[in-house]
C-alpha cells in the first residue's frame, strides 16, 4: 500500500495512514500530497507526474516515501512530497485537459475550469502553507519530470534566473543548487531568464526557493522503466534528505554543462513546421545562419556561432512556444 495507491484512489487516506509508525509525523495535506515537519534551516519540496506518462521520477518519490515510513529513512528537514496529476497517472497520460505545467503563478484562475485547473489551485494552496510554515528556512523545489523526445544531455534542468523585486538572487544560491544538481546525477543546466507559469517557476518567483524543473531521461510506461538509470538520483534525494547539514556549497566542477537561452521561437501560423528531423534529440547543435523553422513568409535561424535547441514541438497551438535555442552560459 504505497504513495502511488493512495495518490490514484486505490487505498483510503485511513488505510495508508494505518501504515505509519506512531511517532512519524506525516501528514495528507490531499491525494498526492504528503507533509513532513522539520526543524531544520531547510525545507524541501519534491514533486513529481505533475505529467502523468513521466512515470520514473514518481517511482523514486514512491520508494523514499516508502523508506520513510518503513523507518529506513529520517529525513532532517521539512519536507513536501507531491505527485502532481493522479488523474493523468491513473491514465498514464501527460494531461487530460489541458499542460498543468502551465497553470501555476496563479494561471489557472485564468482559464476555463477543469481538471487540471483545480488541480493547479490545489497544489498552489498546499505549497504557500508549506512555504508559510517554513519561511525562515532555505527553501528548495525541485519538479521530477522526464522529456518526450531523446536528449544529448540524459539528464539535465532548467533553472529559473530571472530578476524579480522580490527576490535577492546572487551568486551563491544559484552555484549552491547547481552543484546539489550535479551530484545528483544532472548533467546539463538551463539557466532561463524567462517568466513562466511552472510548478518549479512558481516556488521561484513567489517563495524565492531554489527551484528547478529536472528532465530525469525519457518518459516510459511504468514497466519499462530501469530504476538502475534513476539510482544516482534517487541516492542523492536519499543523501539530502538525511544530512543534518545541506551539502552543495562546493565549486561547480567542468562536468555540468551550463546554457542559457538565446532564442524563443513561437508559432503564430497554421503552416509553422521545423526545418530538422521531427525526432531531433534536444541539445542537437546547428551552426549560424541554419534555417531552425519556417512559417508563411518567414525563416528563424540560428544567429549566434552556434545554437542548441530545446523542446521543439510544431504542434503547439499558435502564440504558443515551439522552440527554444542555447547558448552556452558564461558568467
Ligand atoms: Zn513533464
Given at each position: 500500500?504505497s504513495?502511488?495507491?493512495f495518490?490514484?484512489?486505490k487505498i483510503s487516506?485511513a488505510e495508508?495512514?494505518a501504515?505509519?509508525?506512531?511517532h512519524?509525523?506525516l501528514?495528507?495535506w490531499?491525494?498526492g500530497?504528503l507533509y513532513?515537519?522539520g526543524?531544520?534551516q531547510f525545507s524541501?519540496v519534491?514533486s513529481a507526474g505533475?505529467?502523468?506518462n513521466e512515470?520514473?521520477p514518481?517511482l523514486?518519490l514512491?520508494?523514499?516515501?516508502?523508506?520513510?515510513?518503513?523507518?529506513v529513512?529520517?529525513p532532517?528537514?521539512?519536507?513536501?512530497?507531491?505527485?502532481?496529476?493522479?488523474?493523468?497517472?491513473?491514465k498514464?497520460?501527460r494531461?487530460?485537459?489541458t499542460n498543468?505545467?502551465r497553470l501555476?503563478?496563479g494561471q489557472?484562475?485564468?482559464?476555463a475550469?477543469?481538471?487540471?485547473?483545480?488541480r493547479?489551485?490545489?497544489?498552489?494552496l498546499?505549497?504557500?502553507?508549506?512555504?508559510?510554515l517554513?519561511?525562515?528556512?532555505?527553501?528548495?523545489?525541485w519538479?521530477?519530470h522526464?522529456?518526450i523526445?531523446d536528449?544529448f544531455?540524459?539528464?539535465f534542468?532548467?533553472?529559473?534566473?530571472?530578476k524579480?523585486?522580490?527576490?535577492?538572487?546572487?551568486h551563491r544560491?544559484l552555484?549552491?543548487?547547481?552543484?546539489?544538481l550535479?551530484q545528483?546525477?544532472?548533467q546539463?543546466?538551463?539557466?532561463s531568464?524567462?517568466a513562466?507559469?511552472?510548478?518549479?517557476?512558481?516556488?521561484y518567483?513567489?517563495?524565492?526557493a531554489?527551484?528547478?524543473?529536472?528532465?530525469?531521461?525519457?518518459?516510459l510506461p511504468?514497466a519499462?522503466?530501469?530504476m538502475?538509470?534513476?539510482?544516482?538520483f534517487?541516492d542523492?534525494l536519499i543523501?539530502?534528505?538525511s544530512l543534518?547539514e545541506?551539502?552543495g556549497?562546493a565549486?561547480?566542477?567542468?562536468e555540468?554543462?551550463?546554457?542559457?537561452?538565446?532564442?524563443?521561437?513561437?508559432?503564430?501560423h497554421?503552416?509553422f513546421m521545423?526545418?530538422f528531423a521531427?525526432d531531433?534529440?534536444?541539445f542537437?547543435c546547428?551552426?549560424?545562419?541554419e534555417?531552425?523553422?519556417?512559417?508563411?513568409?518567414?525563416e528563424y535561424?540560428?544567429?549566434?556561432?552556434?545554437e542548441w535547441i530545446?523542446f521543439p514541438?510544431?504542434k503547439v497551438?499558435?502564440g504558443?512556444r515551439?522552440?527554444l535555442t542555447l547558448?552556452?552560459?558564461?558568467s
Amino acid at each position: 500500500m504505497s504513495f502511488i495507491d493512495f495518490t490514484l484512489g486505490k487505498i483510503s487516506e485511513a488505510e495508508f495512514v494505518a501504515q505509519f509508525p506512531k511517532h512519524l509525523k506525516l501528514e495528507c495535506w490531499a491525494p498526492g500530497v504528503l507533509y513532513l515537519p522539520g526543524e531544520s534551516q531547510f525545507s524541501l519540496v519534491l514533486s513529481a507526474g505533475i505529467h502523468g506518462n513521466e512515470t520514473a521520477p514518481v517511482l523514486v518519490l514512491n520508494e523514499i516515501v516508502a523508506r520513510i515510513i518503513g523507518q529506513v529513512l529520517t529525513p532532517k528537514h521539512a519536507c513536501l512530497f507531491i505527485l502532481g496529476h493522479p488523474q493523468a497517472l491513473a491514465k498514464a497520460v501527460r494531461y487530460c485537459d489541458t499542460n498543468l505545467n502551465r497553470l501555476f503563478c496563479g494561471q489557472h484562475l485564468r482559464v476555463a475550469a477543469c481538471i487540471e485547473s483545480m488541480r493547479a489551485a490545489l497544489l498552489e494552496l498546499c505549497v504557500a502553507r508549506f512555504f508559510q510554515l517554513h519561511d525562515a528556512k532555505q527553501k528548495l523545489h525541485w519538479d521530477c519530470h522526464c522529456a518526450i523526445r531523446d536528449s544529448f544531455y540524459r539528464r539535465f534542468a532548467v533553472v529559473p534566473v530571472a530578476k524579480s523585486p522580490c527576490i535577492d538572487i546572487t551568486h551563491r544560491p544559484l552555484s549552491s543548487q547547481l552543484n546539489k544538481l550535479q551530484q545528483a546525477g544532472i548533467q546539463a543546466a538551463v539557466l532561463s531568464q524567462l517568466a513562466t507559469n511552472t510548478f518549479s517557476y512558481a516556488s521561484y518567483i513567489q517563495y524565492g526557493a531554489q527551484a528547478a524543473t529536472l528532465e530525469l531521461g525519457k518518459a516510459l510506461p511504468w514497466a519499462q522503466n530501469n530504476m538502475l538509470d534513476h539510482q544516482i538520483f534517487q541516492d542523492y534525494l536519499i543523501s539530502l534528505l538525511s544530512l543534518d547539514e545541506v551539502k552543495g556549497e562546493a565549486e561547480v566542477s567542468h562536468e555540468l554543462q551550463l546554457f542559457t537561452i538565446a532564442q524563443q521561437i513561437n508559432k503564430y501560423h497554421d503552416d509553422f513546421m521545423l526545418a530538422f528531423a521531427a525526432d531531433a534529440a534536444n541539445f542537437s547543435c546547428f551552426q549560424q545562419g541554419e534555417v531552425l523553422a519556417k512559417e508563411a513568409e518567414k525563416e528563424y535561424c540560428v544567429q549566434a556561432n552556434q545554437e542548441w535547441i530545446l523542446f521543439p514541438n510544431a504542434k503547439v497551438e499558435n502564440g504558443a512556444r515551439a522552440l527554444l535555442t542555447l547558448t552556452p552560459y558564461v558568467s
